[in-house]
């Protein structure tokens, strides 16, 4: 893109091409060179728009866990409706798409982004805490509602289902596993758990 032309929505394509760069060539490769080449503009305008390539691997997380407590707080929200079991299902479904698989798979790979999250009060695998901390909340209201067994530990069950879920969806060549095995595994951690 020739200087001095102005990109519309400079975050979003950045994170945009980002995204595109790991999924199809995973954490390794990703750079600020990548992304920049990626998005089709200078290298120069990432780093007008952040610190450093951490700083935007950062914003990145941020911006994408969002969405997973945007989701989180829907699910908490169906709480004495329909199944249990669907809605954590369908929950973990949603969260283990690509490129949070590739997102978690960023973080455990560098140091500096695991730092920026933890100050920017992230810490841990951000994705996976956010995921869990959604599944607690809902889990919780469930019990709340009765649907869940009184003295059930819904901070022991939503960790479970997340390691599950990861180990479940991640480093598949196949494709996402079927509905009715992440459905399995869902009734085998809360079967136990559920109230009537």
Same mark, same amino acid.
């Given at each position: 893109?020739?200087?001095?032309?102005?990109? @519309?929505?400079?975050?979003?394509?950045? /994170?945009? #091409?980002?995204?595109?760069?790991? $999924?199809?060539?995973?954490?390794?490769?990703?750079?600020?060179?990548? !992304?920049?080449?990626?998005?089709?503009? #200078?290298?120069?305008? %990432?780093?007008?728009? &952040?610190?450093?390539?951490?700083?935007?691997?950062?914003? +990145?997380?941020?911006?994408?866990?969002?969405?997973?407590?945007?989701?989180?707080?829907? $699910?908490?929200?169906? =709480?004495?409706?329909?199944?249990?079991?669907?809605?954590?299902?369908?929950?973990?479904? #949603? +969260? &283990?798409?690509? !490129?949070?698989?590739? %997102?978690?798979?960023?973080?455990? &790979?560098?140091?500096?982004?695991?730092?920026? $999250?933890?100050?920017?009060?992230?810490?841990?695998?951000? !994705? $996976? =805490?956010?995921?869990?901390?959604?599944?607690?909340?809902?889990?919780?209201?469930? @019990?709340? #509602?009765? @649907?869940?067994?009184?003295?059930?530990?819904?901070?022991? +069950? =939503?960790?479970?289902?997340?390691?599950?879920?990861?180990? %479940? /969806?991640?480093?598949?060549?196949?494709?996402?596993?079927?509905?009715?095995?992440?459905?399995?595994?869902?009734?085998? !951690?809360?079967?136990?758990? %559920?109230?009537?």
């Amino acid at each position: 893109m020739p200087t001095g032309v102005a990109i @519309r929505d400079v975050r979003a394509q950045l /994170f945009d #091409a980002a995204e595109r760069v790991l $999924l199809r060539d995973g954490a390794a490769a990703l750079t600020s060179r990548a !992304v920049t080449d990626e998005a089709g503009c #200078a290298k120069g305008v %990432l780093h007008r728009h &952040f610190a450093d390539f951490d700083a935007f691997l950062c914003e +990145l997380i941020l911006d994408r866990v969002g969405g997973i407590d945007a989701r989180g707080a829907t $699910l908490a929200g169906s =709480a004495g409706t329909g199944s249990v079991v669907d809605h954590l299902t369908d929950a973990l479904t #949603a +969260l &283990f798409t690509p !490129v949070a698989l590739s %997102l978690v798979t960023l973080i455990t &790979f560098r140091d500096g982004l695991r730092a920026r $999250l933890r100050a920017a009060g992230r810490p841990g695998v951000t !994705v $996976l =805490a956010q995921a869990t901390q959604a599944l607690i909340a809902y889990l919780g209201a469930e @019990r709340t #509602a009765g @649907r869940i067994a009184s003295g059930a530990d819904v901070d022991t +069950l =939503a960790l479970t289902l997340v390691g599950t879920g990861h180990l %479940l /969806f991640a480093g598949r060549d196949d494709g996402p596993p079927a509905r009715a095995e992440v459905r399995r595994i869902v009734e085998s !951690v809360v079967g136990g758990a %559920l109230s009537g």
